[in-house]
């Protein structure tokens, strides 16, 4: 799976987010994804990435997607935090 198809499942799925999605091992199937999303609002860390898992669990079930290191953010978080990726 490319990354533009991971940010593109990321984003069909968590209405109004915006995804960073980068391949870290050059192999398709570990990445590194920052997630900005307004449904994270008043949700803990651990069920922020939760929701994002979700989307892949068919992926990472096969072995298409092995490992994902997230980072996510509320619109106001990302916001304080700036824009740098």
């Not at 987010?17 to 199937?29: I, P, Q, R």
């Not at 449904?39 to 298409?64: C, N, P, T, W, Y």
Request: glycine residues 8%.
């Amino acid at each position: 799976m490319s990354p533009t198809e991971l940010q593109r499942k990321i984003e069909t799925s968590l209405k109004g987010s915006t995804a960073h999605v980068k391949d870290l091992t050059g192999t398709a199937d570990h990445y590194q994804v920052i997630v900005i999303s307004p449904e994270f609002e008043g949700k803990s860390m651990i069920l922020q990435h939760r929701m994002v898992k979700s989307v892949f669990e068919g992926d990472i079930a096969s072995g298409e997607v092995h490992a994902l290191s997230l980072k996510t953010f509320t619109p106001q978080e990302w916001a304080k935090r700036g824009t740098n990726v």
